[in-house]
């Protein structure tokens, strides 16, 4: 079955600089990646999903890269700002209402 | 704008209790989904449904069962609670084909003594 790793597992970074999280998969048949952002003590919440016929999509200060040749995905967080500190999670899946498999999570926490 | 609900925020059981947790939706969405979520491990499936009445597993379903009587409602159950089940559990639902997001439910902080 399709296996998520996510790197770092802590990742801090000064205000205004930028955060870089990277998540591999094994399964060459998976073809969505969201993000998921959860703060302490919510819910977890999509905040940007690449599909696999797309390279690079950016919202506003995040991006998300995909290479699939090299099975890796990675989350662009740029100019961060404290309400950016939380735990992201990275995620695969084979279609959609697909069961998807998480990684780890990362914990970020941004220092003003 | 989408409301998936779960039954309690927090849940103290005693070993060997059965426990029941509910989720609820009203986006009318196919598929409903359990996760068990632990420091370090992530969000990890156990059980998921892509209909009323259907169920499959998830990649952790020891010790646990599920119950969708109801297109809205999916329900996990422990039939024995056991010190090792004490965790957070997330209830996710999405919709098949229009879509690929999950929202989750707020969660229940289960503590099994």
């Known amino acids: 079955g399709e296996n998520v790793e996510q790197h770092p597992s802590t990742l801090s970074v000064q205000e205004g600089d930028s955060a870089v999280i990277k998540c591999t998969y094994s399964?060459?048949?998976?073809?969505?990646f969201p993000w998921y952002k959860q703060e302490l003590g919510k819910r977890p919440q999509l905040i940007i999903d690449i599909r696999s016929n797309v390279g690079e999509k950016k919202d506003q200060r995040i991006a998300v890269t995909l290479n699939k040749t090299a099975k890796h995905f990675s989350l662009h967080i740029t100019e961060t700002q404290p309400e950016d500190s939380a735990v992201y999670f990275c995620a695969a899946s084979k279609r959609a209402g697909q069961n998807f498999v998480f990684g780890p999570g990362t914990r970020l926490s941004v220092l003003p | 704008d989408v409301k998936v609900t779960q039954s309690s925020r927090y849940l103290v059981k005693r070993t060997g209790e059965k426990v029941f947790l509910e989720c609820v939706q009203d986006m009318d969405h196919e598929n409903m989904f359990w996760y068990r979520q632990d420091p370090g491990l992530g969000l990890r499936l156990i059980y998921f449904s892509y209909d009323v009445k259907m169920k499959e597993k998830g990649d952790i379903p020891e010790g646990y069962s599920v119950s969708r009587e109801k297109k809205e409602r999916f329900s996990l159950i422990l039939e024995s609670a056991s010190t090792n089940q004490t965790s957070m559990y997330l209830c996710?639902?999405?919709?098949?084909?229009?879509?690929?997001?999950?929202?989750f439910g707020p969660g229940t902080r289960l503590t099994v003594t």
């Open positions: 996710a639902s999405s919709w098949t084909g229009r879509s690929y997001e999950q929202y």
């Open positions: 399964d060459s048949a998976s073809n969505y």
